[in-house]
């Protein structure tokens, strides 16, 4: 995290590093700008990544699992003792999140992004050459 202010001129700022943040950020990359990216939170990949949509889509695919083997027992398919392991659910869900989050963090490497973890608090001067 950086603390204070930072000033030097680049051409594109990208505040927020979830889907439409780093999806920006990338584009810009990939078309020869150099761009900075502030992030608060210590990954990228926002809300939908860290919270919402990936966790929840990573248990909904353990549940319809857990549901398949209930709904095998018709066909004959017997799976004696099924149970769940909430602590190992877990941690099977903060590893994908993880590896997800550190594509995110190489692809910015590699496009040449210098990522920021801290707030931006301040507009920046713009600065056109005509």
Request: aromatic share 0%; net charge negative; proline share 0%.
């Given at each position: 995290m950086v603390v204070g202010e930072i000033e030097r001129a680049v051409q594109v700022v990208v505040i927020g590093g979830g889907p439409g943040g780093y999806a920006a950020a990338f584009r810009a990359a990939d078309l020869?700008?150099?761009?900075?990216?502030v992030e608060s939170?210590?990954?990228l990949g926002g809300e939908c990544l860290h919270h919402g949509c990936i966790p929840s889509?990573?248990?909904l695919t353990a549940t319809h699992l857990?549901?398949?083997i209930t709904d095998?027992?018709?066909m004959g398919i017997?799976?004696?003792?099924?149970s769940v392991d909430p602590e190992a659910l877990s941690k099977w869900k903060d590893e994908i999140l993880n590896q997800l989050a550190k594509g995110l963090q190489q692809l910015a490497q590699r496009?040449?992004?210098e990522?920021?973890?801290g707030k931006a608090q301040r507009l920046f001067h713009l600065a056109v050459d005509l």
């Open positions: 020869g700008m150099e761009v900075v990216l939170a210590e990954a889509k990573a248990l857990l549901d398949q095998a027992q018709v017997h799976a004696e003792q099924v496009r040449g992004i990522v920021i973890h």
